[in-house]
């Protein structure tokens, strides 16, 4: 099989990589320089040196952020000394608990900068609010809800603010909720491939296809064609007898179909095999995805909207709508990434140069729509990419309301339920710290979350059951899985790279399942 990057494929790297390339390669496959270089430049403050919040620290600290502190102002008691594996035992106990996990934090990347604050969040949400919003992202771990919500409403005043990350955990439960005013996203590594365009050919491509003679060729040449290539071919001859229309009813589709399987000369042909299950895009018409044909449509690519706004990415989008609203086909940009195929070396960097020649052509068609100025680099990816952007626009912490809150248990009530019972245990620990948590209390204070109207499904009482175990004990397999999970979503933010959760996601480790409401 071919290569999918045939650059990269033919193009021999003389120089050996240096210290930083060899201790984040795998990384680097994930999200590239620019993602890595997003991470080096990243600032981020975690509130709590609890066993949850380290371990999130770890799985960002390894992959080489470029700051972190932590705003602790507790001291380590011997039950932190029992489950965070970033505290030093015994050796610990009596210390603050930011100095302690920073100290061995550090240790893990000596590269990553790392500091510990011992102020009370309160007194620096009244006294010094910039320098919270001086981070790129602010994770929060089982925050008292009154603060909590301080904290939100701060960091939602200004979209320029940091994101927040709500984490919640009980015992074998836990859920998070990422805070974010606007997220673009152009690099979402969608599993969508850009559109190969072969019912709408380029002028180059469809000559090609035309000039072959396969039935001279030799065999090993004819098993080499790519799928591409006959399909193009093929396609074409169809509409000169078809009133220049594809095959449109199902006897056509099928009819076309053998044509395609009638033109092996040996049935391992497996070109041939491939272009009889691709077959599909002769008829289905290649359009501007309805995802981003929605985003044509945002009030952020208004003329005033765009003086007013400074993002590439609003700007990059508004030239993208001309683009394709102006060209002959009225699709995206044609890319010149092609997928794996049946083909020989020869004739896969001639398609690929057909592609490149013409995606190049193109691009420098996009790039006339500009109206601010982009550097290359950035216009490249969002060319690449311009089938799978993103636009997220978030809402606030804790703005799920009783109504959606039914609807969730309606449609997830397993979720829901989990929801309300870690809701209802940071309100009762607010409100009453140095009382025991009870199942009454708990169902007392999830009915007037939900209503007395709402029923309650059966699942209730067993995430109830398990808040009132644990109700404030930390285990260590529940923080390492989420360390992962919310080291991946903070990254994604981060990076601008991937698509982060929405809404509320739940978690449960006792079924092992997660499910996300309010989304």
Same mark, same amino acid.
């Given at each position: 099989?071919?290569?999918?990057?045939?650059?990269?494929?033919?193009?021999? #790297?003389?120089?050996?990589?240096?210290?930083?390339?060899?201790?984040?390669?795998?990384?680097?496959?994930?999200?590239?320089?620019?993602?890595?270089?997003?991470?080096?430049?990243?600032?981020? /403050?975690?509130?709590?040196?609890?066993?949850?919040?380290?371990?999130?620290?770890?799985?960002?600290?390894?992959?080489?952020?470029? @700051?972190?502190?932590?705003?602790?102002?507790?001291?380590?008691? @011997?039950?932190?000394?029992?489950? $965070?594996?970033?505290?030093?035992? /015994?050796?610990?106990?009596?210390?603050?608990?930011?100095?302690?996990?920073? &100290?061995?934090?550090?240790? #893990?990347?000596?590269?990553?900068?790392?500091?510990?604050? +011992?102020?009370?969040?309160?007194?620096?949400?009244?006294?010094?609010?910039?320098?919270?919003?001086?981070?790129?992202?602010?994770?929060?771990?089982?925050?008292?809800?009154?603060?909590?919500?301080?904290?939100?409403?701060?960091?939602?005043?200004?979209?320029?603010?940091?994101?927040?990350?709500?984490?919640?955990?009980?015992?074998?439960?836990?859920?998070?909720?990422?805070?974010?005013?606007?997220?673009?996203?152009?690099?979402?590594?969608?599993?969508?491939?850009?559109?190969? &365009?072969?019912?709408?050919?380029?002028?180059?491509?469809?000559?090609?296809?035309?000039?072959?003679?396969?039935?001279?060729?030799?065999?090993?040449? @004819?098993? @080499?064609?790519?799928?591409?290539?006959?399909?193009?071919?093929?396609?074409?001859?169809?509409? &000169?007898?078809?009133?220049?229309?594809?095959?449109?009813?199902?006897?056509?589709?099928?009819?076309?179909?053998?044509?395609?399987?009638?033109?092996?000369?040996?049935?391992?042909?497996?070109?041939?095999? *491939?272009?009889?299950?691709?077959?599909?895009? =002769?008829?289905?018409?290649?359009?501007?995805?309805? *995802?981003?044909?929605?985003?044509?449509?945002?009030?952020?690519?208004?003329?005033?909207?765009?003086?007013? $706004?400074?993002?590439?990415?609003?700007?990059?989008?508004?030239?993208?709508?001309?683009?394709?609203?102006?060209?002959?086909?009225?699709?995206?940009?044609?890319?010149?990434?092609?997928?794996?195929?049946?083909?020989? +070396?020869? $004739?896969?960097?001639?398609?690929?140069?057909?592609?490149? +020649?013409?995606?190049?052509?193109?691009?420098?068609?996009?790039?006339?729509? #500009?109206?601010?100025?982009?550097?290359?680099?950035?216009?490249?990816?969002?060319?690449?990419?311009?089938?799978?952007? !993103?636009?997220? &626009?978030?809402?606030?912490?804790?703005?799920?309301?009783?109504?959606?809150?039914?609807?969730?248990?309606?449609?997830?009530?397993?979720?829901? !339920?989990?929801? /309300?019972?870690?809701?209802?245990?940071?309100?009762?620990?607010?409100?009453?710290?140095?009382?025991? %948590?009870?199942?009454?209390?708990?169902?007392?204070?999830?009915?007037?979350?939900?209503?007395?109207?709402?029923?309650?499904?059966? =699942?209730?009482?067993?995430?109830?059951?398990?808040?009132?175990?644990?109700?404030?004990?930390?285990?260590?397999?529940?923080?390492?899985? /989420?360390?992962?999970?919310?080291?991946?979503?903070?990254?994604?933010? %981060?990076?601008?790279?991937?698509?982060?959760?929405?809404?509320? !996601?739940?978690?449960?480790?006792?079924?092992?399942?997660?499910?996300?409401?309010?989304?």
């Amino acid at each position: 099989m071919a290569s999918q990057d045939i650059e990269s494929a033919t193009t021999a #790297l003389q120089a050996q990589p240096d210290n930083k390339a060899r201790r984040y390669d795998r990384q680097l496959r994930l999200w590239a320089a620019t993602g890595q270089s997003a991470l080096e430049s990243s600032r981020v /403050l975690v509130l709590s040196g609890s066993a949850t919040s380290t371990s999130i620290l770890k799985n960002l600290v390894l992959p080489g952020i470029g @700051h972190f502190t932590i705003l602790d102002h507790a001291t380590t008691s @011997h039950a932190d000394a029992g489950n $965070n594996f970033f505290l030093e035992g /015994l050796e610990s106990v009596g210390k603050p608990r930011a100095s302690e996990a920073v &100290r061995l934090l550090r240790e #893990l990347n000596d590269s990553v900068d790392g500091h510990a604050d +011992t102020r009370q969040l309160r007194s620096v949400i009244e006294s010094n609010p910039d320098w919270l919003a001086s981070f790129t992202v602010v994770i929060a771990h089982n925050l008292d809800s009154q603060i909590l919500a301080k904290l939100s409403s701060l960091l939602w005043e200004h979209p320029s603010h940091p994101t927040l990350i709500v984490v919640r955990s009980a015992g074998f439960l836990a859920e998070f909720f990422i805070q974010v005013h606007e997220h673009t996203i152009i690099e979402s590594h969608s599993e969508t491939p850009p559109s190969l &365009r072969i019912d709408k050919s380029f002028p180059a491509l469809k000559e090609h296809a035309l000039s072959l003679d396969f039935a001279s060729m030799d065999p090993t040449e @004819h098993g @080499h064609i790519p799928y591409v290539v006959i399909l193009v071919r093929l396609l074409e001859d169809w509409k &000169r007898s078809h009133d220049g229309n594809p095959p449109r009813t199902y006897s056509e589709r099928q009819e076309f179909k053998k044509s395609i399987l009638a033109l092996k000369v040996k049935p391992d042909e497996e070109n041939f095999d *491939e272009a009889e299950a691709q077959a599909y895009r =002769c008829w289905t018409e290649t359009t501007v995805p309805p *995802e981003i044909a929605s985003l044509f449509d945002d009030p952020a690519i208004s003329p005033e909207a765009l003086r007013e $706004n400074p993002s590439p990415f609003f700007h990059l989008l508004a030239a993208l709508k001309e683009f394709t609203d102006q060209s002959e086909t009225h699709t995206l940009p044609l890319t010149s990434t092609l997928p794996d195929m049946k083909a020989d +070396t020869s $004739n896969y960097i001639h398609l690929q140069k057909l592609y490149k +020649t013409r995606a190049d052509e193109e691009k420098h068609a996009f790039k006339s729509h #500009l109206r601010a100025p982009v550097d290359d680099a950035t216009i490249d990816l969002f060319v690449k990419n311009a089938h799978a952007l !993103c636009v997220i &626009r978030g809402t606030r912490w804790d703005t799920l309301d009783r109504a959606a809150l039914v609807n969730a248990l309606a449609e997830n009530p397993k979720a829901a !339920c989990l929801h /309300l019972a870690l809701s209802a245990l940071s309100t009762l620990k607010d409100q009453s710290p140095d009382s025991p %948590i009870s199942t009454e209390a708990l169902l007392k204070q999830v009915r007037s979350i939900i209503g007395d109207e709402a029923e309650l499904p059966e =699942c209730l009482d067993d995430f109830i059951g398990e808040v009132v175990r644990a109700p404030s004990a930390e285990l260590q397999t529940t923080a390492a899985f /989420l360390g992962g999970m919310i080291a991946q979503e903070t990254i994604k933010i %981060i990076t601008k790279q991937y698509v982060p959760v929405r809404g509320y !996601c739940t978690i449960d480790l006792i079924e092992t399942w997660t499910a996300v409401i309010g989304s």
